[in-house]
């Protein structure tokens, strides 16, 4: 049992059938969205028991996505908990805007979530669709966002602050004018101050550069990261995950680069 789900469960809660180890499963950041999305509004959920009509309502209470485990409510109309315990597995639907994420999930265990029956379920299976594709971004509020630095050839060190960023590119504002030429087609150097102890050194390829008199005289850029290595993906995935946990509200969908 994983240790954020530990003091939600009380000695009452009896274990199910336990079930040999599986792979991790690999989640996009589609899906993640998805799914702390429904963690924080709780919306209902829609399950099906295999071999029974109809649906069944719940609400993801938590997930764990280091286990791929949830941690969802009692299932409403109430199914007899011996026949949940016997089924091989259930599939559960989540919804967010035009996102749509299916689980296949087995029972491991009844819990008591603040007193009232709960269910732990480990992912086995997933499949996601969405019918409008988007970019989605974090915002920042203005002279609020992570510090970047650019670095431009044969150019003094610029100093940023972050606006939005994704997995595809991020939009900056420096302060004061800059109508020094920019590069057009050599990759720019940036360092991204994403955290106390977490930075990410990448190279942006530029797509405009713009000068605004208000509210205060400052130049905004517009850029999509260049190719990355595998752990640079894996520290910007972690920080874009970090900040929807945190602030789901501070996404934003788009369906063009920032």
């Not at 000695?11 to 702390?36: F, G």
């Not at 431009?152 to 960023?165: F, G, I, T």
């Not at 190719?227 to 929807?244: D, E, G, R, S």
Request: charged residues 15%; contains cysteine; glycine residues 4%.
């Amino acid at each position: 049992m994983f240790e954020r789900f530990a003091p939600w469960f009380s000695r009452r809660s009896r274990p199910a059938n336990t079930h040999a180890p599986t792979a991790r499963l690999s989640w996009c950041d589609e899906e993640l969205q998805v799914l702390l999305w429904n963690e924080g509004a709780k919306p209902q959920l829609q399950v099906e028991l295999a071999g029974r009509s109809g649906l069944f309502q719940s609400c993801l209470l938590a997930f764990d996505p280091d286990n791929d485990q949830l941690l969802i409510d009692g299932l409403f109309p109430v199914p007899p908990l011996d026949l949940i315990h016997q089924l091989p597995g259930f599939s559960i639907t989540l919804f967010k805007h035009q996102a749509v994420l299916q689980l296949w999930v087995t029972l491991e265990q009844y819990a008591l979530f603040h007193g009232k029956p709960a269910l732990l379920v480990r992912i086995a299976q997933k499949t996601f669709r969405q019918d409008r594709r988007a970019h989605s971004r974090v915002q920042f509020p203005r002279g609020q966002g992570p510090i970047a630095l650019l670095q431009l050839p044969m150019q003094p060190q610029l100093r940023a602050s972050l606006v939005n960023v994704s997995r595809g590119g991020l939009r900056l504002n420096i302060f004061g004018k800059h109508n020094d030429p920019w590069p057009q087609h050599t990759p720019i150097a940036c360092q991204l101050h994403l955290a106390d102890h977490l930075k990410l050194d990448c190279q942006l390829q530029l797509k405009a550069v713009q000068y605004y008199r208000s509210p205060c005289q400052h130049t905004q850029v517009r850029a999509k990261f260049a190719p990355m290595t595998a752990q640079q993906q894996h520290t910007l995935h972690l920080f874009l995950f970090k900040q929807l946990q945190d602030n789901p509200n501070a996404w934003a969908a788009s369906q063009s680069l920032p």
